[in-house]
């Protein structure tokens, strides 16, 4: 069978529940609270400048980092240049070594042309100093 519900007056159920009403915190209670969020407050901040400092660091030493590349790349740039001209001599030499080869090429052409016509030219006056001797020779026998 179905139990019945005792039902309180509104009253009695008042009175019969303890009292748990707010109580306002005291002067202590709030001061050890603020010093409690004082306290964290502080430790925070204290976790924050440690942050705050080693970003400083990390961006220091990033930094002296890119520095370090920016020198790089500034002495691979001169370097460049300093090839790219070194190259351009060489061309200029290159080709100016070419030209006066082939200058010294003809003038020992020319020379050796011209060293064979004087030894050319030498042989014929032999051969004429020899004939003019034979003749020479015949007429001074045939005068004797």
């Known amino acids: 069978m179905p139990q019945k519900r005792v039902t309180r007056s509104p009253q009695k159920s008042m009175k019969a529940r303890p009292a748990t009403a707010f109580n306002p915190p ?27 400092d080693r970003l400083k ?8 980092k890119a520095s370090v590349v920016i020198d790089k790349d500034k002495d691979i ?9 070194s190259e351009a001599a060489r061309v200029v030499l290159q080709q100016h070594i070419v030209e006066t080869s082939v200058k010294v090429d003809v003038d020992a052409n020319n020379h050796n042309k011209y060293q064979d016509d004087l030894i050319q030219q030498i042989k014929d006056l032999q051969k004429q100093l020899e004939d003019q001797k034979q003749l020479q020779f015949s007429k001074d026998k045939s005068h004797r």
């Open 57 to 64: 660091t990390t961006v220091i030493a990033l930094n002296h």
């Open 26 to 52: 005291s002067q202590m209670d709030i001061d050890k609270m603020l010093d409690d969020q004082q306290h964290h407050m502080t430790i925070t901040i204290s976790e924050k400048e440690i942050e705050i």
């Open 77 to 85: 740039e001169n370097a460049t240049k300093r090839l790219e001209d």
